[in-house]
């Protein structure tokens, strides 16, 4: 069973910066898509960036230019670079493996106030 865990995530004001971060307990991240999404209080949990093992990337558009994802073979992490932060990515964030997912983390809590 793969096993992932987030972490990074805390308060920030508006404008601030964030990185999260996933560490995969097998070697994963090169062989399968790994994915950050979302969760906001009330809301559906929602894609907000994706890697392929080619390393092809997609991004919601409400993220795009904000929030690079990148990973490190080697440390089997996963990581989301979150800048310019406003209130409306306050929210959960989940680390997941493939596509579709078949394996979460418990999520960090990302909250953006000022």
């Known amino acids: 069973q793969v096993q992932l865990v987030e972490s990074g995530g805390g308060s920030v004001q508006p404008g601030g910066s964030l990185r999260l971060s996933c560490a995969a307990s097998?070697?994963?991240?090169?062989?399968?898509?790994m994915n950050w999404y979302r969760q906001a209080p009330g809301k559906q949990r929602d894609l907000v960036a994706g890697m392929t093992p080619g390393g092809s990337t997609n991004y919601a558009d409400s993220v795009k230019g904000r929030f690079p994802i990148s990973r490190d073979n080697a440390k089997n992490t996963v990581s989301l670079q979150m800048n310019s932060l406003n209130p409306e990515d306050t929210a959960v964030y989940y680390c997941?493996?493939?596509?579709?997912?078949?394996?979460w983390g418990k999520g960090t809590l990302v909250t953006v106030s000022s």
């Open positions: 997941s493996a493939g596509r579709p997912p078949f394996s």
């Open positions: 097998g070697n994963i991240v090169s062989l399968f898509a």
